[in-house]
């Protein structure tokens, strides 16, 4: 079987492993997969969690009839979350971290941003970030919906380099496994598209939100983005040591360029810059020879009307254009602060939010 090579992965548990029983929280399955993940973080990987089940943990303690109302689903979340989080940390001698995002989070660029900040900050020290959608305050409306989807997004944001799928399944088969014995397991699909989904069948689970439509719909926004997406049964214990020994036991969906080449032409071709900066000789070859981040003392001149989280183009002393980033800042407060050293942003603004202005792996250079 092949072998796919990583960095950082954000591994997907479905409700199916956390609530087994559709009722409470579980534990049944999560050793195998935590002593995989403190593994991985052994070996100097990075991990980050999507953990669904909140609904599930907490079904039992809110009364509810045949099918929960909106309010009663979003207080199971309310309680089930906590049960969920506890029930990861017991068996992680490091601590975990909650982030809960909704749909209305990941596409304003601002909050983009900050979610992006405090995962890169929570795995420098060593936490485990896990993420779920905020089920207590969405409706359908503002939902990513499915925790599948939610995981390509996280990986995203995280400029992860694989999206692991774990759910009860062992990956995508060439028929219906249920209805078709002789059905045989893709290892590997090169390419996404009509037929692939064909090969998906609705959900038989009555606690998950997501089926095969669903990972495949992941497994596709990740690949477009450079991002390995494999599919694997958490059930099975052996899939994890078969994973740590470099097979992957289960579907990989191959990605369909590498993660550095996707990002250069999303942030190249997918955002439009709002503004740009001036940046000295010394910024331009750090930028340019060292690939990194873009402190304030290297910017000489700030214009037009930009957002955290915007695009920005780079344009050295004689105006040519040399990079294209994400700016960490507002461009009234980018006036403020440029030349001044990092340190002293605190004392211009009041506040810090990050020490650099645009970070090494949201700038493509373009010279
Ligand atoms: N966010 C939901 C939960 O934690 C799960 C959604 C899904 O099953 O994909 O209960």
Redesign the pocket.
């Known amino acids: 079987m092949n072998s796919v090579d990583w960095h950082r992965a954000v591994i997907k548990v479905?409700?199916a492993l956390i609530s087994p029983e559709g009722d409470g929280c579980s534990g049944q399955f999560l050793l195998p997969m935590a002593r995989y993940i403190s593994e991985c973080r052994q070996q100097g990987k990075e991990v980050i969690l999507v953990s669904?089940?909140?609904?599930?943990a907490g079904r039992s303690l809110i009364a509810h009839g045949e099918l929960p109302l909106l309010a009663e689903k979003q207080a199971m979340?309310a309680v089930?979350q906590t049960m969920m989080m506890a029930n990861w940390q017991r068996f992680f001698d490091f601590p975990c971290a909650q982030i809960l995002v909704t749909h209305g989070d990941l596409s304003d660029r601002e909050r983009y941003i900050n979610i992006q900040n405090t995962i890169r900050t929570l795995l420098d020290n060593g936490i485990l970030p896990i993420v779920?959608?905020n089920?207590s305050v969405t409706t359908k409306e503002l939902k990513v919906g499915?925790?599948?989807n939610l995981g390509a997004l996280v990986a995203l944001v995280s400029s992860a380099d694989l999206l692991m799928i774990c759910s009860d399944v062992d990956g995508l088969f060439n028929k219906d496994p249920r209805s078709n014995p002789d059905a045989v397991l893709l290892p590997d699909v090169a390419k996404i598209d009509d037929s692939i989904y064909a090969l998906a069948g609705g959900t038989t689970n009555k606690i998950?939100?997501?089926g095969m439509r669903t990972k495949i719909e992941a497994a596709e926004k990740a690949t477009v983005q450079g991002i390995n997406t494999l599919i694997v049964n958490g059930t099975n214990s052996r899939v994890f040591d078969e994973l740590l020994i470099g097979n992957n036991a289960g579907t990989l969906f191959k990605r369909q360029a590498s993660p550095k080449k996707a990002r250069k032409h999303w942030l190249q071709h997918g955002l439009k810059s709002k503004g740009s900066i001036k940046v000295d000789a010394g910024a331009q070859s750090a930028l340019l020879k060292k690939g990194a981040s873009l402190l304030s003392i290297g910017i000489t001149d700030v214009s037009g009307d930009f957002n955290k989280g915007d695009a920005l183009d780079i344009q050295n002393t004689q105006g040519e254009l040399i990079a294209k980033g994400i700016s960490q800042y507002h461009s009234m407060e980018l006036s403020q602060i440029k030349g001044q050293q990092s340190k002293k942003i605190i004392e211009i603004l009041g506040y810090c939010p990050s020490d650099v202005v645009l970070h090494r792996d949201d700038i493509v250079v373009l010279a």
């Open positions: 479905g409700s669904s089940g909140s609904v599930a979340a089930g779920n959608e089920d499915d925790n599948d998950a939100t997501g």
